[in-house]
């Protein structure tokens, strides 16, 4: 499997970090578009630097080379995953305002009738947000909000960091043990 995955400013960079190291772990061959805010909240938040995160994925693109493959819809892929994602990208998206590579290339997957996963973070949302978060999941994307789990029992922040990479990988059908699954008959 081959996917794109983005990166932009919203804070929780974490959970696009957990995410590469996963898709790693599970041979997925991944397309890393990081935003330079996304570097630059990942700096402010974790104790990863950028350089060290673009290792985890098997390619890397600059956030304003339009020329990218990942820019044209002849570009082989299985889908694409932005987390987290800023609600500035969000609406990029939602109006085809692809004026960089990470809403281009969402463009493109949405063209190419591909799955797009988007994990949109701002607390609360204002009507704006929901009005994109709609509008694109009427075109197709998947809106995954990284949201507090609790059936699972989360007894470590690293739990419920696992819980939402673990839905995130759902959605591509990639095997993971990285939370546990609700079973009860
Ligand atoms: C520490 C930090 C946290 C931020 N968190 C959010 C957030 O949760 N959601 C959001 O939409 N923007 C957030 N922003 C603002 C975005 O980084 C900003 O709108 C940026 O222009 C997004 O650009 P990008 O989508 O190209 O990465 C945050 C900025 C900083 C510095």
């Known amino acids: 499997m081959k996917l794109i995955v983005a990166m932009t400013g919203a804070t929780r960079s974490i959970l696009g970090i957990k995410l590469l190291e996963a898709l790693k772990e599970s041979g997925v061959e991944t397309h890393l578009v990081m935003s330079e805010w996304a570097e630059k909240t990942m700096q402010i938040e974790t104790s990863y630097r950028p350089d060290e995160v673009k290792k985890l994925a098997s390619y890397v693109y600059e956030p304003h080379n339009q020329a990218s493959r990942i820019s044209s819809g002849s570009f082989r892929v299985d889908g694409m995953v932005i ?23 969402a ?3 949405l063209k190419e009738q ?3 996963v988007i994990l949109p973070r701002e607390l609360p949302f204002n009507r704006i947000h929901l009005e994109n978060m709609l509008s694109l999941s009427n075109a197709g994307a998947v809106i995954l909000p990284p949201m ?3 059936y699972n029992k989360p007894s470590t922040l690293d739990d419920a960091i696992n819980h939402v990479v673990a839905r995130t990988m759902d959605q591509f059908g990639i095997e993971n043990q990285l939370t546990k699954r609700w079973l009860s008959q």
């Open 107 to 109: 463009d493109v997957i």
């Open 114 to 116: 591909k799955k797009l």
């Open 148 to 150: 507090l789990t609790f």
């Open 83 to 105: 987390s987290p994602c800023s609600m500035k990208t969000l609406a990029a998206i939602r109006i085809g305002f692809a004026d960089s590579l990470i809403p281009r290339a």
